[in-house]
């Protein structure tokens, strides 16, 4: 197997769903059709993802996330104990109503919606209810040929939509939420591992929150301090992944990313030392491609041996990257950083959730094949 480490072309896991599959969402919603209806339109929809991918030819590839409403099921989805709603395919149609592509969008977090997309308290302690992850992972490495990684939501953006304030006859502290959050997903990532998966990719979108002045704002009105939750989240993103020998890991931190918009802004320079030398990450999936993100000089404090994946491809717009201009943003960052440390991947998911960014299939066809191509011509 070649090494997952050092693989020049990666994904961040979510693709458009197919009509089909909207469709089955709805109808299942509306008692049209049953579970298992569903999930036999879903495993054709994995099938033709990794067809894509594949044909592409990605080194590594995802399922698409076609069985989840939101990237962030993984967990939400997963586990038991939250006060929390159902979700359904209309709840993410209203959602993003009043957004508009390629703006800031403050997402509509507090009312009773599922678990992780919605801010919510705790009734009981935490616990593994349905191992989501592992269903969506052996399903799709008995079908692909390529290694499949599996994305799972991090413990920083876990915490960042817990109500603890709602909560402490549950958890005293947020130490004690976070213990229980690292211990379910250590124990979902053994499972992973245990049957063959040898990527796990963490979705950490709210680092990004930790140079967003409006972001710092709403929890500096919570009563927290955000550098003590930074503080925080590196320790539990490092503790997550630690004894696990053979596998490769990876985080990606972005800036939001819903019917192609966004929610975060700045760049990743007052954080970037700390992420990278205190995490034991392989691979750093970084947004890159928009000024919002900054320069590639923060590259410079990433450790030898690690890979920064650079997010140039866009996932929000339908305008196809040029090959040449990648080539040179590439050569841009490997003045601060080797171009052995450097892999290149698209911005984002295409689809965060079930509704999908503004672009259509043969755009993402287009630019997952620019991203192999772009490798292609720089490192053979």
């Known amino acids: 197997m070649a090494d997952l480490k050092k693989t020049r072309t990666d994904v961040v896991g979510s693709l458009l769903r197919p009509v089909g599959v ?7 919603d509306e ?7 569903l999930r036999q339109i879903e495993d054709d929809a994995v099938r033709d993802a990794v067809r894509l991918q594949e ?7 995802s399922d698409g996330e076609m069985r989840r409403l939101n990237f962030q099921d993984s967990f939400g989805a997963a586990v038991e104990g939250y006060d929390a709603g159902e979700s359904t ?37 935490l616990r593994l209810k349905r191992n989501v992850p592992l269903e969506e992972y052996k399903f799709v490495a008995g079908v692909a040929k ?30 004690a939420f976070m213990a229980d959050v690292v211990a379910i997903e250590r124990e979902i990532i053994k499972s992973l591992v245990e049957a063959g998966c040898r990527y796990v990719h963490i979705d950490a979108p709210g680092y990004t ?21 930074f503080s925080r ?35 990743y320079d007052a954080i970037a030392e700390r992420l990278f030398n205190e995490m034991p990450y392989d691979r750093y999936m970084l947004e890159y491609d928009s000024p919002r993100a900054g320069s590639f000089e923060p590259l410079r404090f990433m450790p030898k041996g690690k890979v920064a994946v650079l997010g140039l491809v866009s996932t929000k717009v339908s305008e196809m990257e040029s090959i040449d201009a990648l080539k040179k943003r590439i050569d841009e960052a490997a003045k601060f950083i080797p171009l052995d440390q450097l892999a290149i991947s698209p911005q984002c998911g295409f689809a965060s959730d079930v509704i999908g960014n503004l672009i259509s299939a043969d755009d993402q066809k287009r630019k997952l094949e620019i991203v192999v191509e772009t490798a292609r011509q720089i490192w053979g």
Not at 55 to 61: E, K, Q, R, T, Y
Not at 96 to 101: K, L
Not at 157 to 175: G, L, T
């Open 209 to 229: 929150a930790y140079v967003d002045e409006q972001t710092m704002t709403q929890m500096r009105a919570r009563g927290e301090d955000p550098m003590q939750n």
């Open 233 to 267: 989240s590196l320790k539990a993103d490092t503790a997550l992944i630690s004894g696990f020998p053979g596998v490769t890991f990876g985080i990606h931190l972005c800036r939001g990313n819903q019917r192609s918009m966004w929610h975060r802004e700045g760049t």
């Open 31 to 37: 008692g049209k059709i049953d579970a298992a209806a």
């Open 22 to 28: 909207r469709e089955a969402r709805a109808k299942l």
């Open 146 to 175: 390529t290694p499949a990684k599996v994305s799972l939501i991090g413990p920083d953006r876990i915490s960042q939509r817990f109500a603890h304030e709602n909560s402490k006859a549950v958890y005293k502290d947020m130490d």
């Open 89 to 125: 395919l209309h709840d993410y149609e209203k959602r993003v109503e009043g957004g508009t592509a390629l703006r800031r969008w403050e997402v509509p977090v507090q009312h009773k919606g599922p678990a992780v997309s919605h801010r919510r308290p705790v009734t009981s302690r």
């Open 55 to 61: 044909s592409a030819g990605l080194d590594v590839i």
